[in-house]
């Protein structure tokens, strides 16, 4: 589309301007060739197009001023499909150039009798001048509206962005006056367009931080504003080309959201539940049922398993499954965080002033958690000096965050784990009695790996698809030999353990089956360790011999040690050494159980 179009009604203005001044019939045309401006006459021919061959289709090529002063006389005219009817009879055409010297019209004077002829042929160079001012006029005001038009998408693209962010932005000038904000600040703040609109920066927050740019302030509303005693943080960013063309944004969201949102980054704890957990073995199926039944109430849950037996995947699934699932849950490791360090992560802490320097407040788990669940794993680390004041807390379902009268109250449920013996820790007096019965309302066990070792197949097969995947390799599988190791394992360390066990193999083993020479050597030695002498393996309920058991105990003893140390000349000299028997019997046994 022609640009002088865009601007059709500010051309027909100058059009009339020019008549006007001049009091000569005007004309502008496109460089398609379209009148898009007239004045006299052609008034009615505006929008239409002008014969093929006329004068100003050479303007057009040439992008050089013309004038036809004596029509019948000009080559400018002979080849026009218009010439037996046109009237006029002088015209002068100047070409419309873009500052790229784009010709992108023309704007033409006609005379129609002889004294517009004349005037014409008089003035032609001034009227030339004055053509060319109002040429560069005209593609100025097209550079202008375009600019405008250009500003006004950016303006709407910028507001639809702001608008459609999960954070308020607030604009101000200078001197920290509101221009400007997003949809977003009125629901952040919780305010009406008349609490911002007319107001600076100061009068909305009541202890913002000027000097920290970048820095997240935690602020909170003027008084007036303030009804919900909430906490927000803003950041704030300069725009500046000079000291007096400046201009802030400030962002804004709620304290408790960011650091929510930050949380449910780093804890991608939705897509876990009860389906995670493997494990055909009745005790585990039990546990299973167990927990789904009690999922959905509000009753406080205590699991307890050894190291590694899958405690907070249960608890995870229980949040999951239970009716506070789209809350937060939210785990607190009391083992590995400091005493003194405690109580401000469970309760929290308000901003403060000492000696001159502002602390910063913090949220606390607790808060955070509300409506959800706090996992409080490892209870019997929480220091015996903050046991009252959680059980208190878990009591009146409200707490006080440190340095801070004003009461929280809070919705949340209780799952806590402990894998050490809490009979003692009671009986030691380093565990409350009354905390305990207040958090094990609902105990949960879970079974250690060992004492179900037909879900050890399964879970090694299931994490050896998912580490292959995880690891970018192709699918493999483990041997028969390498299964009734992982079978006959102690696992101290549970499916933890076993799950690293299975990682270290996928990411070593190049063969497509994983046999027991890939093992690590702290594993044959944890297995030789825990199991040959572990008599615990042996099947009771199987009806077999003495020497039956004892040639299986050693037959399995010296697959162990050829699958530890191999199965060269040199090596089984170094087994029987080991064993204490001569290389001749050890060879007899090899022969005799086959295992040569
Ligand atoms: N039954 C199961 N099926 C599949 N994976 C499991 C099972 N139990 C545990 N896991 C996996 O084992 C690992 C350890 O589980 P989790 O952290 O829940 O155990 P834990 O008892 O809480 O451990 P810790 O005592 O070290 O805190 C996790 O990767 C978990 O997914």
Redesign the pocket.
């Known amino acids: 589309m022609n640009e002088l179009k865009n601007i059709a009604v500010h051309v027909q203005e100058v059009a009339e301007a020019i008549s006007a001044i001049l009091e000569i019939d005007v004309t502008i045309i496109t460089n398609d060739l379209i009148r898009i401006a007239a004045t006299g006459k052609y008034k009615r021919y505006i929008g239409e197009q002008l014969p093929s061959g006329c004068s100003y289709e050479y303007i057009l090529k040439n992008k050089r001023p013309e004038s036809v002063i004596e029509r019948n006389l000009s080559d400018r005219c002979v080849n026009c499909s218009f010439i037996e009817n046109c009237s006029e009879i002088a015209n002068i055409g100047y070409p419309i150039l873009s500052k790229e010297n784009e010709v992108l019209g023309v704007i033409g004077l006609i005379a129609f009798d002889k004294d517009k002829k004349e005037y014409i042929n008089e003035n032609l160079s001034n009227i030339n001048l004055f053509l060319n001012k109002l040429s560069s006029l005209l593609a100025g005001n097209l550079k202008y509206e375009e600019t405008i038009k250009t500003l006004s998408l950016k303006n709407k693209e910028f507001s639809n962005i702001a608008n459609s962010l999960e954070y308020g932005v607030i604009l101000t000038d200078k001197d920290k006056k509101i221009l400007n904000y997003n949809k977003k600040t009125l629901e952040v703040l919780n305010c009406r367009h008349m609490d911002l609109n007319n107001k600076y920066i100061f009068d909305i927050f009541e202890n913002i931080n000027n000097e920290n740019l970048f820095e997240n302030n935690i602020v909170s509303l003027k008084e007036d504003l303030n009804v919900n005693n909430e906490e927000f943080l803003v950041k704030y960013m300069v725009n500046s080309l000079n000291d007096d063309m400046k201009s802030y944004i400030y962002q804004i969201s709620k304290y408790s959201n960011a650091i929510l949102n930050a949380y449910n980054i780093i804890d991608a704890n939705e897509n ?1 539940n009860f389906h ?4 055909q073995s009745i005790s ?1 199926q039990n546990t299973i049922t167990l927990a789904k039944q009690i999922s959905s109430g509000n009753s406080f849950v205590m ?1 307890r ?12 699934s229980i949040h999951n499954s239970s009716n506070r699932a789209d809350h937060p849950f939210i785990k607190i490791d009391c083992k590995n965080i400091p005493d003194n360090l405690l109580e401000a992560e469970f309760f929290g802490y308000t901003a403060n002033n000492i000696n001159g320097t502002q602390k910063q407040g913090r949220i606390g788990k607790f808060e955070l958690a509300n409506r959800g669940t706090i996992f409080l ?2 209870i019997t680390s929480i220091p015996l000096h903050l046991q009252p004041k959680l059980l208190k807390v878990l009591t009146e379902n409200s707490f006080h965050r440190l340095g801070s009268k004003e009461k929280v109250n809070i919705d949340i449920r209780i799952i806590s ?1 402990t ?1 050490n013996n809490l009979e003692e820790a009671l009986e030691d007096g380093l565990f409350m009695k009354d905390l305990y019965y207040k958090l094990n309302v609902i105990p949960i066990n ?1 079974p250690p790996l060992r004492e179900r070792s037909n ?1 050890v197949e399964i ?1 090694a097969n ?2 050896l698809k998912e580490y292959c995947q995880i690891l970018n390799k192709e699918q493999k599988v483990f041997s028969e030999d390498l299964i009734n190791i992982f079978k006959n394992s102690n696992w101290k ?4 353990e ?2 690293k066990v299975v990682e270290y193999l996928v990411n070593i083993c190049d063969e497509k089956t994983i046999g027991p020479n890939c093992l690590p050597n702290f594993f044959n030695e944890f297995y030789l360790d825990n199991n040959i002498e572990n008599y615990e393996n042996v099947n009771t309920n199987q009806k077999s011999s003495l020497q039956d058991l004892t040639e299986n105990f050693e037959k399995k003893v010296l697959s162990v040690y050829l699958d530890k140390y191999g199965n060269s000349t040199k090596s089984k000299q170094k087994i029987a050494d080991l064993l204490e028997i001569n290389l001749s019997t050890l060879y007899r046994k090899l022969y005799r159980y086959e295992i040569i």
């Open positions: 876990i995670n957990i493997l494990g585990i699991i398993g050894e190291e590694g037996t899958g405690k907070e995947l249960f608890a995870r794993d490892e784990s894998s879970i879900d879970i299931s994490k360390g549970n499916i933890k076993l799950e």
